[in-house]
């Protein structure tokens, strides 16, 4: 058994900034050597770099894709909120009151959202590259990762939730498909259709 990735669910959102800062001097898995970081418009893909010969140079390595947002990023509210006069002050009669203006700024967010195949393509190093993204997930504040992969003879569930590691499970039920009686019409014996 090869080590590989069954499902995977994203909703990961983590400031593009800390993305590279992570990928500056990250602790990668066996059998990549490095990482390439492409920018299309407002797509982020992170390639693996295979280490050695192991693999062909036309062979496409497994990729991270994550989509590029800008969120406006708030500073803290003033002690009194928004629209509340001072405390201590008395009525002020004919003096238009001035909201305190909240600094903000526009930040950009790298979001791998969606499933195994929107976020992670391709087969050659996808469990280490799971790897890759399990360590971003740990580092992200907000978002959920949860994922079924077998290395070698292990199957595990991983679960991540606001950058932490939370315990999850592995549940094996019946294929529905696998019961014959499944209450619907069988259109092939069917007597009122010729």
């Not at 990549?32 to 693996?48: G, K, M, P, Q, Y």
């Not at 497994?62 to 629209?83: I, M, W």
């Not at 949860?146 to 019946?174: K, L």
Request: aromatic letters at 6%; charged letters at 30%.
């Amino acid at each position: 058994m090869t080590s590989r990735v069954y499902r995977l669910h994203s909703t990961l959102e983590l400031p593009l900034e800390d993305v590279y800062e992570y990928f500056e001097s990250p602790d990668l898995p066996d059998r990549i050597e490095d990482i390439e970081i492409t920018r299309r418009n407002n797509t982020l893909i992170i390639s693996a770099v295979p280490s050695g010969d192991s693999i062909s140079k036309y062979t496409p390595t497994a990729q991270l894709k994550a989509s590029v947002t800008e969120n406006r990023v708030y500073e803290e509210e003033p002690e009194n909120g928004p629209g509340k006069p001072p405390r201590n002050s008395g009525p002020q009669w004919g003096a238009l009151e001035e909201e305190e203006e909240i600094e903000s700024e526009l930040v950009e967010y790298a979001c791998f959202k969606g499933d195994r195949e929107t976020v992670l393509q391709n087969t050659a190093l996808q469990y280490q590259m799971f790897e890759v993204l399990c360590e971003i997930a740990v580092r992200a504040e907000k978002g959920t990762l949860t994922a079924v992969a077998a290395d070698e003879e292990d199957i595990e569930a991983v679960r991540i939730v606001d950058g932490e590691r939370v315990p999850a499970s592995v549940t094996v039920t019946e294929d529905p498909s696998e019961d014959g009686d499944d209450g619907g019409v069988d259109w092939r014996n069917n007597e009122f259709i010729s």
